[in-house]
């Protein structure tokens, strides 16, 4: 095992199904991510490094990528994008290393949540940074702030699911069909919210790319009025989200 071949760490690391995951895997993961992700855990592999300092370097890039982001101009907002995409893939490399060498651990599990939680807060909060033109405090603080805890509220109405099931003594898994409104007018609108995917807005590899053409603008326009409306956009999208979350669980069969 201290010298196995990408293909053999694929093979281990990415067992049948993990692309297809439908709340657990990020499109950027099934596209490209789970492709290149082998060549890089496999190296962590060889060099016998564990799931959850990796999981800890996930954590540290993407802070990074917010802090980075909170300085203006535009190749801050390229660097931090290009931060979330090395986020992207060591979430990605810890779980592959964590199945390969079976390794696999409820801390592991919990690190990465908290992992994903801190990259969207760090960004949101950069961006309010950066629409404020400075480190200094002002309402575009305040409303990075506040997207940022949108973001962070909406992942607890989902690990909350479970939580609650496990209360219950529930099993912790949820069936498709559960997941669906028992209205169908909710259903409906649960769909069509999902075609608009605006919730896309505040999550950590979406705002990032959003940001740099967002970049491009204010470079050409030589001002932050670009920046300062994605901010408002991620707002509006955080508290709609948040909203619209909340009635869909409390509508399903999630907590049956």
Not at 126 to 133: E, H, P
Request: with cysteine; net charge positive; glycine share 8%.
């Amino acid at each position: 095992m201290s010298k196995p071949s990408v293909a053999e760490v694929r093979a281990g690391g990415q067992p049948a199904g993990i692309k297809e995951r439908r709340n657990e895997e990020h499109w950027a993961g099934r596209y490209y991510m789970r492709d290149l992700s082998p060549y890089v855990t496999v190296w962590f592999v060889r060099a016998g490094i564990a799931p959850n300092p990796i999981t800890f370097m996930m954590m540290g890039f993407g802070v990074l990528a917010g802090v980075v982001l909170a300085f203006g101009g535009l190749w801050t907002a390229v660097l931090a994008a290009v931060l979330v995409q090395i986020y992207l893939l060591l979430d990605c490399v810890d779980g592959e290393v964590a199945r390969y060498t079976g390794r696999t651990s409820v801390a592991g599990i919990f690190l990465d949540r908290i992992g994903h939680y801190l990259a969207e807060i760090a960004l949101l909060i950069g961006l309010g940074v950066r629409a404020q033109g400075g480190f200094e405090p002002g309402i575009w603080v305040i409303a990075g702030m506040a997207a940022a805890i949108g973001a962070a509220l909406i992942k607890v109405e989902t690990d909350n699911v479970v939580v609650a099931r496990a209360k219950a003594g529930l099993p912790d898994k949820v069936s498709e069909a559960a997941m669906h409104p028992r209205s169908s007018a909710l259903s409906t609108a649960r769909k069509f919210a999902s075609m608009l995917m605006f919730h896309r807005l505040i999550q950590a590899v979406e705002l990032s790319l959003v940001v740099v053409v967002i970049a491009v603008i204010d470079t050409v326009r030589g001002d932050l009025l670009a920046t300062q409306v994605l901010t408002v956009a991620c707002v509006a999208a955080a508290a709609l989200q948040t909203v619209l979350h909340l009635v869909s669980v409390l509508a399903s069969r999630r907590l049956d």
